[in-house]
């Protein structure tokens, strides 16, 4: 069973890649770049303990930058990102509001820019509806994962984590020979010099998910895994 942490840790190898024609004007390019910057480094390099308080202050300071560029993708995605992580290092059950802003930030890039960061929008939407528990509790919904999903791979068919998250979800699915095709094919993806860290992590996962979908057993764990206790606890 995998924690809610964990489930933010695969989401965020999608959220590393470079940030081409990030937006029509050089300065939001920069600053969301420096924000993101500071996101990943919050993310891959303090321990858990320490990265609620840095979020929360980063928090702010993405909002402001939305609110200055409000007709630009990018920044949506930046605040979704950092809703994300903030969510998974204060991990309790008010994380489930966050994540709900998270998801209409998403959805409103995507209205602006479907191709926004490589398709990474689609993909982390995606993944949200696939994580996170259903009505009445959150808004987790297969199908609509689905076609998050779908829609990543459709823009970015060759892409690593396009071929990986959805695989990943065949595998949830028990969709295993179908996953194995898609896992495989991010096995092939060459790891990208500009998205170095990301993609050997990725790869790293993409391992387990491999050996799932080849022995028919998935062992990708759920939300509420990480939230109730176990029988020896």
């Excluded at 959805?107 to 993909?123: D, E, H, Q, T």
């Amino acid at each position: 069973m995998k924690p809610l942490h964990w489930i933010f840790v695969t989401l965020a190898l999608t959220i590393l890649a470079p940030l081409p024609g990030v937006a029509a004007e050089a300065n939001v390019s920069q600053l969301v770049q420096s924000l993101h910057d500071e996101w990943a480094d919050i993310f891959y390099r303090l321990p858990e303990d320490e990265q609620t308080e840095k979020f929360k202050t980063l928090l702010p300071r993405a909002h402001a930058l939305v609110e200055q560029y409000p007709q630009e993708a990018e920044p949506l995605v930046l605040e979704a990102y950092v809703l994300c992580a903030y969510a998974a290092a204060e991990f309790s059950f008010g994380s489930l509001s966050k994540l709900t802003r998270a998801r209409l930030l998403l959805v409103k890039s995507i209205a602006i820019n479907p191709r926004v960061m490589k398709g990474s929008a689609y993909v982390t939407l995606g993944n949200l509806y696939y994580r996170l528990p259903g009505w009445p509790i959150s808004y987790g919904n297969d199908d609509k994962a689905r076609q998050n999903l779908e829609a990543a791979l459709k823009l970015f068919p060759d892409e690593l984590d396009t071929n990986y998250f959805y695989g990943d979800f065949l595998v949830g699915q028990g969709e295993y020979p179908k996953a194995l095709i898609y896992l495989e094919k991010a096995d092939k993806a060459s790891i990208r010099s500009e998205s170095r860290l990301s993609d050997l992590k990725l790869k790293e996962e993409l391992k387990h998910r491999l050996k799932a979908a080849q022995e028919k057993n998935d062992d990708g764990g759920d939300f509420f895994s990480s939230l109730l206790p176990t029988a020896e606890e």
